[in-house]
């Protein structure tokens, strides 16, 4: 995917100023993006040969090799890994706010 066919996706989804993202519909895109540009490559076989044992080294590796991406590959995925991330704290903050007015405690389990 080219930069501006992802700009255009996102606004497209989310409005121009992404008025309209949602943790769950940010979720939901990220899902089907994910979905259409890796499942070509997911119908072969899949090797993991992941060297690194925790997750601080697979960090700093993804984060090295980012920087030898070219330029908009390396921008659509820091976005998209940064939107998400953030989406998913609004998420459980979310769920701590609206827990502790319907009474929830956080020792409740489902």
């Known amino acids: 995917m080219r930069l501006e066919e992802f700009r255009s996706a996102i606004r497209r989804e989310f409005g121009p100023n ?5 943790p769950a519909n940010v979720r939901d895109f990220l899902d089907e993006l994910s979905r259409r540009e890796f499942e070509p490559q997911l119908r072969k076989r899949i090797v993991i040969d992941e060297p690194k044992t925790t997750y601080e080294e697979i960090l700093k590796d993804f984060f ?5 991406f070219p330029p908009d590959e390396a921008l659509i995925l820091l976005w998209t890994m940064a939107f998400e991330l ?4 609004l998420e459980h903050q979310l769920s701590d706010r609206f827990g502790t007015l ?6 409740d389990s489902d």
């Open 18 to 22: 992404l008025e309209h993202a949602t």
């Open 64 to 68: 090295s090799r980012v920087l030898d």
């Open 86 to 89: 953030s989406y998913e704290m």
């Open 102 to 107: 319907f009474g929830e405690s956080d020792g």
